[in-house]
């Protein structure tokens, strides 16, 4: 499904990927692991075009199609979902209007009609009920006033009325208890599917316990450089990185 | 580059027909006043040649109109046409009881700022406009008025309205000025209000000129212990100078100033607010959000002036905008004459760009950038038109600007 082939990334005048290879099959879940500076966020935000990084070489296969000539937009069309590190807040767009529009563009670049107000509602409560945010935060502002462990569940709530081919989850354990850990793995695991794949960027063990990875990646200074199954993040927490990578 | 001499108007006046000693004395004063330039404070920004470097002849109604030509109405209110400063009683609404036309009294108040030349031309050579008096108690929801501007590019309509609010009584009023029937070239709007002890006077402007006339437009409004509100959109003018004023000249009084201003390609608007407190326990807010888009400038200039007996005053202001494109520019300058010492008075100005992450979070999810961009300043204008009391003009100021975003 996604194929990263020698993938070199700058921001600004740093190299940041320095020949990244990558490879997802549709039904799998990536887990990419790797000390700070080391790449992970700019992998995610190579990937779903965020403008600032710059690739130099290599190139991106997203379904037999080039992403790098995908707009961020169009990626997303194309099934691309991107679970933010830092969900941003935005005064004065309610979550509600925010997503229908969003879900609406998508289906427009697809070729489908719009899904009207009253299913895509239904549809929207429904999510967010299993995610266990409460209705009224619907129609609030998106992300305003919101705990960071309610900003990660609302970034799941938006994964699942999207429907994403290829879900992206940049450290979305991130600062979440226990319980919020287990609510954010519970909405994760029901979009896993033979036909979509799951990359979850995550320093930290403890979500691969709920949500068990094929595939486990090390990624320091710009490139992966260890593959393994779920057993290598266990062997990362015993040792560090330096002891494994 | 010529500039007029405002003398060529003594001539228009004499041959309208309309001269009193009033208007005689208002063109005098206009002309030892001379005409403003960029290099005082209260124009710098504003383009004056369309106005200073040619004589207007005034405005004829030449075309008929017929009702069908008309724009739809906004509101459910009842609505009076105007051609010009002619009443058109045969496609205007009856105005509700409690609601009287007058006859309007020709005078310049204290209120009035005496730096604008063009006031004093305007009582000088004015053709008409609407007087409304308000009867005490009289609780109106609200009445709708469009001045459909008819002249050629060189003609000017000097229109003057008054309304005055008698106490205790409330109204809502909407002037659309409409300037697709001819060309006219320029529109000097004089709009005095007075709202007395207890009453409270909602005046909505919608402001645009799709046709290229140049716009002046003064709102002035005497408060007697009453409450004014002027919600404003300010959009799709080629030249446009919106001037707000009021004067709280009783304790007690209130005002609020809420307004938005979208300047385009080539578009200069001007927003100027002048808050005079000169009696105590007065409270009066600005509120005001500007959008410029490329090659666009808007400007907001406001006064806030509190007289040293005025104490307890609470004086507000804030303006915030937003530059869409390089080589757009905006303009922002509070100005506070604070005399008294017992006073809660704020004031903020911002110039900033949309949020670049919450452009791409939106893309991220799908949303294209130029809906993105459109999200973003919807969102932004939001809050001026949540200030508006009248659903339906928030619907119709929500589409204009929507309209406003895919065109630009």
């Known amino acids: ?245 | 580059m010529r500039m007029i001499n405002l003398n060529e108007y003594k001539n228009q006046l004499s041959h309208s027909g309309a001269k009193t000693l009033a208007k005689e004395k208002a063109l005098a004063d206009a002309i030892n006043m001379g005409l403003p330039h960029a290099r005082m404070e209260n124009w710098r920004y504003t383009n004056l040649k369309p106005v200073t470097e040619q004589c207007f002849t005034a405005a004829a109604n030449r075309l008929k109109v017929d009702e069908k030509d008309i724009p739809e109405k906004t509101t459910s209110w009842p609505r009076l046409v105007f051609q010009n400063g002619t009443l058109l009683e045969k496609i205007s609404d009856a105005l509700p009881h409690g609601v009287t036309l007058t006859t309007r009294q020709d005078t310049i108040t204290h209120s009035q700022d005496p730096d604008s030349v063009f006031e004093y031309l305007n009582l000088a050579l004015t053709s008409g406009g609407l007087a409304l008096e308000v009867s005490a108690e009289a609780e109106i929801d609200g009445v709708e008025v469009l001045f459909l501007l008819d002249g050629q590019k060189n003609e000017a309509l000097h229109l003057r309205n008054t309304v005055h609010m008698a106490k205790g009584s409330e109204l809502s009023i909407l002037l659309n000025y409409h300037d697709q029937l001819g060309q006219l070239g320029w529109l000097n709007a004089s709009n005095n209000v007075t709202v007395e002890d207890g009453a409270k006077l909602i005046h909505y402007s919608n402001i645009k000129a799709p046709n290229g006339c140049f716009l002046n437009i003064r709102d002035t409004a005497t408060l007697n212990g009453g409450r004014y509100e002027n919600h404003s959109l300010l959009l799709e003018c080629p030249s446009a100078r919106h001037e707000i004023s009021f004067t709280t000249s009783e304790e007690n009084s209130e005002a609020l100033l809420n307004g938005a201003f979208l300047g385009g390609e080539g578009e200069t608007l001007d927003t100027i607010t002048n808050a005079k407190h000169i009696k105590p326990n007065c409270h009066s807010e600005q509120f005001f959000k500007g959008i410029v888009a490329l090659g666009g400038k808007v400007t907001f200039q406001g006064k806030v002036f509190v007289e040293k007996d005025a104490q307890k005053t609470i004086a507000n202001q804030s303006c915030k905008n937003i530059i869409l494109d390089q080589g757009a520019e905006a303009n922002v300058k509070p100005e506070l004459l604070i005399y008294a010492d017992d006073v809660k008075c704020a004031h903020g100005t911002t110039v900033g760009e949309l949020d670049e992450n919450a452009l791409f979070y939106l893309e991220q999810r799908g949303i294209s950038p130029v809906e993105a961009r459109g999200i973003l300043v919807n969102a932004f204008l939001e809050e001026v038109v949540d200030n508006i009391p009248a659903s339906e003009i928030q619907i119709s100021f929500r589409d204009e600007i929507t309209r406003w975003m895919s065109n630009s």
């Open chain 1, 1 to 245: 499904m996604l194929s990263i082939k020698d993938l070199h990334v700058k921001v600004g005048d740093t190299e940041i990927l320095k020949g990244l290879n990558l490879e997802i099959k549709a039904g799998e879940v990536h887990a990419i692991m790797g000390p700070n500076g080391a790449g992970k966020s700019t992998l995610a935000a190579t990937l779903s075009g965020k403008p600032g990084y710059v690739v130099t070489a290599g190139e991106i296969t997203f379904q037999g199609k080039n992403l790098l000539e995908l707009d961020p937009h169009e990626r997303a069309g194309e099934g691309i979902f991107l679970g933010f590190q830092y969900p941003v807040e935005i005064p004065g767009v309610s979550n509600m209007n925010f997503l229908r529009t969003a879900l609406n563009a998508q289906r427009r670049y697809k070729g489908e009609k719009d899904l009207d107000a009253g299913s895509f509602l239904k549809l929207l409560k429904a999510k967010a009920a299993e995610l266990e945010l409460p209705a009224d935060m619907l129609k609030r502002a998106v992300n305003v006033g919101f705990s960071g462990g309610e900003k990660k569940r609302n970034e799941m709530v938006q994964m699942s009325v999207l429907d994403p081919v290829l879900a992206i989850l940049d450290e979305t354990d991130s600062g979440l208890d226990i319980d919020a850990l287990k609510t954010v793995s519970k909405g994760i695991n029901t979009v896993r599917s033979p036909e979509k794949a799951l990359l979850l960027i995550t320093h930290y063990q403890r979500l691969l316990d709920y949500v068990v990875p094929d595939h486990v990646h090390i990624l320091a200074d710009g490139k992966i450089v260890r593959t393994g199954t779920k057993e290598l993040a266990l062997e990362l927490e015993e040792k560090g990185y330096a002891g494994v990578a």
